[in-house]
Each structure stands twice: as structure tokens, then as C-alpha cells.
């Protein structure tokens, strides 16, 4: 247990469970990282719908979405922390998670606040197919993230999350990690799309990805088609190459990418209250 609103030892808690030694590259990193992507990504701006506000994954219509297959791992491993933490929101824990696992992983740190809820407005419920699907182009790129109101270097910026990680034939149908080194936040995601020979490789499965062979880690590295179309979109591609070698500049960029992307369909006072989150019904009293 802890004081309600005592992030730190929110934050505390969460960085000691990175470390999982039986799970992938040996973090839950990554994965959480995704899932606070994920529970941010729905937004919308025009009609003010989706959004982290409801924790809405917990529920089938958004955590049974094929868009979200995994995730679960990430809200089992941020489950104890709930168990002992029990006034944060799922809503808060969820995006605190990413952020943590990013710094803790080598990454910016990243302006975070809290005070979502998990009351879940009928009202607000995002629709399924409002996440970025890889096997396609810039266009559809573009349609997903101007919806949550970024621009193209945003976009470009935010992608180099795909620094961490990695793609799961039974979760998305792709198939392997973007670097070498995928629980250290950096910008060689940008820095391998501009100098490796990438091929396109259809997978037993019938799915297209690119992949590079990588000599000196004898592994196979691999792109998604929408991260290829950075490097071929006229207006993405130079934000790749500055983000390639300037890593200061893309770490600086993606804190604030970042904390935009977890503050969307929140909405706060001046003193920094959410003043759309029903906390009576949602938060520290539920
Ligand atoms: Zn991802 N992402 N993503 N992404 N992503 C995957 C994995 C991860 C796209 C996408 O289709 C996929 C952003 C943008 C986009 C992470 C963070 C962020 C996977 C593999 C796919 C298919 C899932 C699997 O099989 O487990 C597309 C099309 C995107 C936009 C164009 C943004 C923005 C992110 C954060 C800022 C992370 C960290 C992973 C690795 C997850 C893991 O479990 O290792």
C-alpha cells in the first residue's frame, strides 16, 4: 500500500518488474510500452472518443481486439503493482507503465501526469480498427495519426519506439525484432532503415515484412511495410535521417510525442486537475 497519489512508489514498483528473465529479450519493457501506445491510440479528435480515459482493455470490445493480441502479458505484469498500489487507475498505471519502461530502458524521461479514470463512458467507446495496421502504406499512416491531431515529423518520431521490442508470429503475424538490441532505447531503428539492404520476405504465413540479415548478430532483423514507407514517403523521410544522426534531437522530440500521445482526451485545469474523469465512480474510490 501506499499514500493515493505517490507515484514515485508507483514508479519504484514498476521498474522493478521490467526485469523478467523468462519473457522474450528478457523485459516486459517493451511490451508495456506498447500497451500505453495502445490504450492512447484510439483516440480521436473529432469526435472526442477513445483515448487511455476508461481503460477500456479490459474489457472485450477493445482488449479482444486482434490489434491488441498480447497486451495482456503487459496488464498481468503491471497487476501486482495494482494489488499493492490499489487507488492508481488502470488508466494512469497503463500509461505510467510505457513511460517508466522507457526510461528505465535508456530512453528520455518523459513529463507524465495522472488523474485518468477508469470509469468507462458509454459515450466515449472507440470503435475497432482505430490502430495503425503494418501492412500498409503512408496514406493509411497518415489517416491513423492526423486523427489523434500529429503531424508527420510526430509521426515519424514516435515510430522510432520500434527501436524496442519485437513482432510475434502469433500475435500480429509479423516476425522478428527491428535492431539487435531491443530493450535499450536508441535510435538505431532510424539509423538501420537508412543503411541495411532491406528485401521483402513473405512469411509461411502468407505475410509480407522486409528483413536484413545481420552478420554479426546472425539474426534476422526486420521492418514492417509501414516503416519502409517512411524511407519512401517524400515528406517522412527527412525526419528519419535527421532522427538517424542526431540521437539528442530524437530523444528530445520523442518525450514530447510521447507525453502528447498519453495525454490525449484528457483534459486538465491549470493546476494540472483532469477535470473529465469521473473519479468518484472510476478512481481513488472505486
Ligand atoms: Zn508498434 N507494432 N506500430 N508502435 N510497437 C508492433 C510492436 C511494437 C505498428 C505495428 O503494426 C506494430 C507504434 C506504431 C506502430 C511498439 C510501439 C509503438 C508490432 C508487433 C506491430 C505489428 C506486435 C507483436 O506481434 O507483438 C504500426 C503499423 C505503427 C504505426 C505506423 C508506436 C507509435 C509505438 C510507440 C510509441 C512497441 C514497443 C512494440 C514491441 C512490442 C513487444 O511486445 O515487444
Not at 479490459?58 to 498481468?76: F, K, M, S
Not at 472507440?126 to 501492412?135: F, H, I, Q, Y
Not at 539474426?219 to 528519419?240: I, N, Q
Request: proline share 5%; hydrophobic share 35%.
Amino acid at each position: 500500500m501506499s499514500t493515493p497519489g505517490d507515484y514515485s512508489a508507483v514508479r519504484k514498483d514498476i521498474a522493478s518488474l521490467l526485469h523478467q528473465p523468462g519473457y522474450d529479450d528478457g523485459s516486459a519493457g517493451p511490451v508495456l510500452v506498447r500497451l500505453a501506445w495502445h490504450s492512447s491510440g484510439t483516440y480521436d479528435y473529432e469526435t472526442d472518443t477513445g483515448g487511455s480515459n476508461g481503460a477500456g482493455m479490459r474489457y472485450e470490445a477493445e482488449g479482444g481486439d486482434p490489434a491488441n493480441a498480447g497486451l495482456q502479458h503487459a496488464r498481468v505484469f503491471l497487476e501486482p503493482v495494482k494489488a499493492k498500489h490499489t487507488w492508481i487507475t488502470y488508466a494512469d498505471l497503463w500509461t505510467l507503465g510505457g513511460i517508466v519502461a522507457i526510461q528505465e530502458m535508456g530512453g528520455p524521461e518523459i513529463e507524465w501526469k495522472g488523474g485518468r479514470t477508469d470509469y468507462v463512458d458509454d459515450s466515449k467507446l472507440p470503435p475497432r480498427g482505430r490502430l495503425p495496421d503494418g501492412a500498409q502504406g503512408a496514406d493509411h499512416i497518415r489517416f491513423i495519426f492526423y486523427r489523434m491531431g500529429f503531424s508527420d515529423p510526430m509521426i515519424v518520431c514516435l515510430s522510432g519506439a520500434h527501436t524496442l521490442g519485437r513482432c510475434h508470429s502469433d500475435r500480429s503475424g509479423f516476425h522478428g525484432a527491428w535492431v539487435n538490441n531491443p530493450t535499450r532505447f536508441s535510435n538505431t531503428y532510424f539509423r538501420l532503415m537508412l543503411t541495411r539492404n532491406w528485401k521483402e520476405k513473405v512469411l509461411d504465413n502468407g505475410v509480407r515484412q522486409f528483413v536484413y540479415y545481420d552478420e554479426d548478430a546472425e539474426e534476422e532483423l526486420m521492418m514492417l511495410p509501414t516503416d519502409m514507407a517512411l524511407l519512401s514517403d517524400p515528406s517522412f523521410r527527412p525526419w528519419v535521417e535527421l532522427y538517424a544522426k542526431d540521437k539528442e534531437r530524437f530523444f528530445a522530440d520523442f518525450a514530447k510525442v510521447f507525453s502528447k500521445l498519453v495525454e490525449l482526451g484528457i483534459e486538465r485545469d491549470e493546476a494540472g486537475k483532469v477535470t473529465n474523469a469521473d473519479n468518484f465512480r472510476g478512481g481513488y474510490h472505486s
